[in-house]
């Protein structure tokens, strides 16, 4: 992973308050980055092949809140996969690629913004299989904090 991709995925990442390169936990195979005002809110790049690079993202507790794949091939990085913590339990909800393509497609500022618009096209659509992934990827937004979708 280059300077450019690390920092393009840093951006998708950083909202109010940015990350900051720390160090002391980075490494050969991981970098990591911390916030200024929160010592338990990380976000590390795991580097798993040439091509392929993890992301965790933690709490102000520490806990990871979502785990993404990355796909490194020309100079943007591809999301190829994602999980994100469900609300009020201890385990990761995978986004399959229909899902994460609609959710860019149609995603808003938040959870309650995307929610309205995924909802407001459902009884239009034709197609079954477009129906239910549209159903699966609201059922799965509904199970997880406004926080956690940001």
């Known amino acids: 992973m280059n300077k450019k991709q690390e920092q393009q995925i840093l951006d998708y990442y950083s909202t109010t308050d940015k990350y900051i390169h720390s160090k002391t936990h980075s490494n050969a195979h991981q970098t990591v980055f911390t916030k200024e005002s929160d010592k338990y809110q990380w976000l590390v790049l795991e580097q798993k092949s040439q091509c392929e690079v993890e992301v965790r993202q933690t709490d102000g507790h520490g806990t990871i809140t979502a785990r993404d794949n ?4 020309r100079n943007i990085p591809k999301c190829v996969g994602v999980e994100r913590l469900c609300e009020g339990a201890n385990f990761q909800i995978p986004f399959n690629d229909d899902e994460v393509h609609l959710i860019y497609q149609f995603g808003e500022q938040g959870k309650a913004e995307t929610d309205a618009s995924l909802s407001a096209i459902l009884p239009q659509i034709k197609d079954s299989d477009t129906k239910q992934i549209v159903s699966s990827t609201l059922k799965k937004l ?3 904090s406004e926080e956690t979708c940001a």
């Not at 990355?70 to 091939?73: G, I, P």
């Open 142 to 144: 509904n199970a997880l």
């Open 70 to 73: 990355y796909e490194l091939t």
